[in-house]
């Protein structure tokens, strides 16, 4: 967990563009990761496993219907870890990640997942495809996940340097 943490909370706050539900988000997934291990198969890597539980934490956190009926965990050694691991981190530059979580706040949560496990967390394709199988149903081809990464690559690209963040190649 100490060393999956610094992974899992740059993608929940790239899911989530908010610290304080990237936070709830990662507590959670801490907790399913925790009480989870004695029962991980190794079907996939550690990181693969802990990114999808942290995918369901983000959708939880999203849900409202969650948020209304939702309570806070008991302190324990897992939400524990977790709230330490996360004072630990350090935040990038606060101006690029405003410009960053502005371009990403205009996708969609699966654009946004799949630009998160592709780029942020380096992840291969056949690893995004695992983290991004649908709960209990089939892993999408990878050949269909790079055709998706490269239409979002030219549409963010064409939204950076609509704001200035990228100089037009056309100039």
Same mark, same amino acid.
């Given at each position: 967990?100490?060393?999956?943490?610094?992974?899992?909370?740059?993608?929940?706050?790239?899911? =989530?563009?908010?610290?304080?539900?990237?936070?709830?988000?990662?507590?959670?997934?801490?907790?399913?990761?925790?009480?989870? =291990?004695?029962?991980?198969?190794?079907?996939?890597?550690?990181?693969?496993?802990? =990114?999808?539980?942290?995918?369901?934490?983000?959708?939880?956190?999203?849900?409202?219907?969650?948020?209304?009926?939702?309570?806070?965990?008991?302190?324990?050694?897992?939400?524990?870890?977790?709230?330490?691991?996360?004072?630990?981190?350090?935040?990038?530059?606060?101006?690029?990640?405003?410009?960053?979580?502005?371009?990403?706040?205009?996708?969609?949560?699966?654009?946004?997942? =799949?630009?998160?496990?592709?780029?942020?967390?380096?992840?291969?394709?056949?690893?995004?495809?695992?983290?991004?199988?649908?709960?209990?149903?089939?892993?999408?081809?990878?050949?269909?996940?790079?055709?998706?990464?490269?239409?979002?690559?030219?549409?963010?690209?064409?939204?950076?340097?609509?704001?200035?963040?990228?100089?037009?190649?056309?100039?």
């Amino acid at each position: 967990l100490r060393a999956l943490a610094p992974d899992l909370l740059r993608f929940l706050r790239s899911l =989530l563009r908010d610290e304080a539900l990237a936070g709830e988000a990662f507590s959670v997934a801490a907790e399913h990761l925790w009480r989870g =291990l004695p029962a991980f198969e190794w079907r996939s890597s550690l990181k693969t496993w802990a =990114l999808r539980l942290a995918i369901n934490a983000a959708a939880n956190v999203r849900d409202d219907a969650w948020r209304r009926k939702g309570r806070a965990f008991a302190t324990g050694e897992a939400s524990a870890l977790a709230v330490e691991l996360q004072t630990k981190t350090v935040l990038r530059d606060e101006r690029h990640r405003q410009a960053l979580l502005a371009l990403r706040a205009e996708l969609t949560p699966d654009e946004q997942a =799949l630009l998160a496990l592709r780029l942020d967390q380096g992840l291969g394709w056949s690893e995004v495809a695992a983290v991004l199988a649908a709960e209990g149903g089939e892993a999408p081809a990878p050949a269909t996940l790079m055709k998706r990464f490269e239409r979002l690559k030219e549409r963010l690209g064409r939204l950076a340097r609509e704001r200035g963040l990228l100089e037009d190649p056309s100039r």
